[in-house]
């Protein structure tokens, strides 16, 4: 994904676009994801097609507008339940609508168009106006967010002083090597180390995600990647952790047992946006199996990644999100 865009070629090609027979607030997504190269999916786009004329004709909030706040949610929105940055991407998309409504003295359709033959070329030119400057104030705010959250790029393998600075709601950005391993790989570990035998990959400081991958399309090193439920690896987890694994990725609690594994060793554990497996496969370079191929999917692959997006669950003294965010939002 790429971090600074030029605003005068954004703003050309969302026009492109708008004249080849796009919506307002479809040229909106479609512009800022090929800018951005965010790897956003055709749905996005989809999902905004009701957004035209004011809400589907309603004459309410104009269109081009409600993209850019989507594409705002896309790169900064809430994730799970009392996630903060809902209220941050809230104050982000108040920011486009306040400087949309300086330039132009409304944020309504009704009131934009006004006097206009909705397909007429008259107002089909004066829309131009509306998605230029949607479309430059939203890569604006996104440029400036992305630079505000530098600072959260680690390396991996993990060393045990940067997991000890990590805390539980921190959003960090992977980028170095990490292996899969899922239920069936786990278990073979398991085996090896009941049998003597030496683990087939050196597991100190090294992150393992939990995930297996499907087919890759053509020209891509792998598939969708999201993540698979870490509680299936809780019975195995501990034992690597003591034998020098640095975290994990996945999505969901874990027992107390990893926990201890986890205060005890210094470690984290990470979450993957579930749901969102084709654009974290973006942030794969390269994958190739090391171990147990014949396990297909579920086979070890070693990863290359490059700003792979996670959030810090469990840190390392053991504050965990999902605990401390219920308690945070829970009502009565």
């Not at 004709?57 to 993209?67: I, K, Q, S, V, Y």
């Not at 940067?162 to 539980?168: F, S």
């Amino acid at each position: 994904m790429k971090r600074e865009v030029d605003i005068e070629l954004l703003k050309k090609d969302a026009l492109d676009i708008f004249y080849k027979g796009y919506a307002c607030s479809e040229s909106v997504i479609y512009a800022i994801d090929r800018a951005f190269d965010a790897g956003m999916p055709q749905s996005a786009i989809a999902m905004s097609s009701g957004f035209p004329w004011g809400f589907g004709g309603g004459g309410c909030l104009c269109g081009a507008m409600a993209g850019g706040s989507m594409c705002l949610g896309y790169f900064f929105g809430k994730q799970f339940p009392g996630d903060e940055s809902g209220a941050k991407c809230q104050a982000l998309s108040k920011e486009l609508y306040d400087h949309f409504k300086e330039n132009f003295g409304a944020a309504c359709c009704r009131a934009l168009i006004k006097g206009k033959e909705r397909n007429s070329p008259e107002r089909k030119k004066q829309c131009e106006s509306y998605v230029a400057v949607a479309v430059a104030k939203t890569a604006e705010i996104i440029m400036r967010e992305l630079k505000n959250i530098e600072d959260n790029h680690i390396s991996v393998p993990i060393s045990k002083e940067t997991a000890k600075k990590l805390k539980a709601g921190d959003y960090v950005y992977l980028t170095g090597t990490i292996y899969t391993a899922r239920d069936a790989a786990h278990k073979r570990m398991d085996d090896a180390l009941k049998g003597g035998e030496a683990l087939p990959v050196d597991l100190e400081g090294q992150l393992i995600y939990y995930m297996g991958p499907s087919p890759a399309r053509e020209g891509r090193p792998i598939g969708s990647a999201g993540p698979t439920t870490a509680s299936r690896m809780d019975k195995y987890a501990p034992k690597l952790l003591d034998l020098g694994l640095g975290g994990m990725i996945g999505k969901g609690k874990r027992s107390q047992a990893v926990i201890d594994g986890i205060v005890r060793n210094g470690c984290v554990y990470f979450a993957a946006v579930g749901g969102a497996g084709a654009l974290l496969s973006k942030c794969i370079k390269k994958s190739e199996v090391v171990a147990y191929e014949d396990l297909g999917t579920e086979a070890i692959r070693k990863l290359e990644i490059e700003d792979f997006p996670v959030i810090v669950v469990i840190d390392s003294e053991g504050n965990n999100l999902y605990e401390t965010a219920i308690t945070k939002y829970s009502r009565g």
